[in-house]
């Protein structure tokens, strides 16, 4: 997987680094060291962009 669009969280975020904060609609936002995260957007899986979000909730359907 590699990430393709993406913005550093504003805010401070409490968490493991490489911890899923949070699912949106749109973006997925991951915890990284000192209190920062990432907002990601768009990821690149097989040489196909899709949006992160989906491909968070298609693993968490297969492992459910």
């Known amino acids: 997987v590699k990430v393709v669009s993406h913005k550093i969280e504003n805010r401070e975020i409490y ?6 904060f949070q ?6 936002t991951i915890c990284c ?6 907002k990601i957007y768009k990821v690149q899986v ?3 962009v899709v949006d ?3 491909v968070i ?7 459910s």
């Open 57 to 63: 909730k298609s693993a968490g359907t297969r492992l």
């Open 46 to 48: 097989c040489g196909k």
């Open 23 to 28: 699912i949106n609609d749109n973006l997925v």
């Open 33 to 38: 060291g000192e209190n920062t995260a990432l």
């Open 15 to 20: 968490g493991i680094p490489g911890q899923i």
């Open 52 to 54: 992160a979000h989906s």
